[in-house]
């Protein structure tokens, strides 16, 4: 009788908790990922090339701050997991490595995916599946990984599988969404899907659709450029609203009262590693096809510029006669998290940079080590002298601290600061 290699292998649910999950770069998806699965019981190696990360996290530390990580961390701590410079032979890969883009042709850049797999087939055996978790364009298992799972299947005579789990947590809420959130796993066949399936439900409640590699790779992507055009959406309406001196903040509110519309936020900027950047993958790969999802690029781009001539607007009118008298409230991308990734006070300072326009002061509570020039670290001294507060990004803390900023002129990017004389976007 002819008995699947799934069946084989997974009898029940007690199997997948013998097999050996090597999470393959712990990074804002890695990481969460491989604490989530040990504290579930998994048998978890979290692998990283970065060995100051591994010594960290061996030694009782976490390499980066998010809600609810720390207690993770402990669970699965006590639960066995293991942190590792090396590849380890296991039966499942979970491979969630950084996949950024060319700055000009924005194609993606795959190289630090090919490399994990390149170092996961030398040591793995057969009937090892390796998920991808890593936002990749559509097209790009087919192209770079496949040739190269396909060369060694023929060369050592190995059977390994692929499957395509594209992660979708946001930063700030990542552990909540890691159990809450459907799934999408994309797999060549069933059998592989399921096997993917069957682990992901150990911590995951959601939904979990199949189907396969490619329309897994392009879910993700249609995600992320679907969130992008509908905050340039709310972008382009604070541009044309200040030309029609109507308040973009209280169309938004009455608009969204429509039981069919539902406007976003206009911002700063677009920043992170995902937004900002997922939606070039289809630029650069359907050039003239993709029209709406270029020029919501195009605007949320232009938002640092636009904050730009906003403050230079305020400075003229309120007779400020020097940068160093502005402050830049928040780096990092968003709200309440340490990732500054893309972040819109970054792409605001390169601006400057090309105005050749130095001595700005920056402040955020979240990024302890000193990332750009004039950055302080205290509060009281960040404000002292300052006369106009640019607040980039909308943290608890600036909204805690609404009494020490009334004597300044503020520019809130984000709408957080009410009943108070502010200008806005
Ligand atoms: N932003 C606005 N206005 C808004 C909402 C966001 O200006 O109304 C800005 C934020 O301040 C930030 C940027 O957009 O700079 C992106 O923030 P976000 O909270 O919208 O998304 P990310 O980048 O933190 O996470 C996204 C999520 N994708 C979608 O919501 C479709 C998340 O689910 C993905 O897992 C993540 O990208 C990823 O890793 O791809």
Redesign the pocket.
Known sequence: MLVSWYSTLFRNKGDIMNELINVVGLG??GLPTALMMASKGLNVVGTDYDKKKIEMLQNGNLTFQENGLEELYRKAISNGITFSHEYKTADIYIVAVPTPFHKQNKKIVADYLVNAIKNVINRCKEETVIVIES?VSPGTIDFFIRPIIDGENTKQGKRIRLAHA???????RMIE?LTQ?NRIIGADDMETAKKIRDIYTCFCNGDIELTNIKTAEMS?VV??A??DI??AY??ELVKICKEAEIDVYELIRIANKHPRVNI?????????????V?PWFLVGDYPGLANIILAARKI?DSMPEYVLSRMSEIMETNHIDSINKIGLYGLT???N?DDVRE??TLQLLDCMKKHLAKGIRVYDPYVHEDIVENQYHDFHEFIKGIQLLVIM?GHDEIKKRSDEIEHLLILDT?NIISGQEVFKL
Not at 166 to 172: L, Q
Not at 264 to 276: D, F, Q, Y
């Open positions: 804002y998806i936002t594209p992660e979708r947590i946001i930063p700030g969404e959130n993700k995600e992320n679907y969130r509908n905050i709310a972008n976003l936020n206009p911002g700063p900027g677009v920043g992170g590693h995902c937004i900002s997922d949320n991308y968003k709200e998290v972040s819109p990004v984000r």
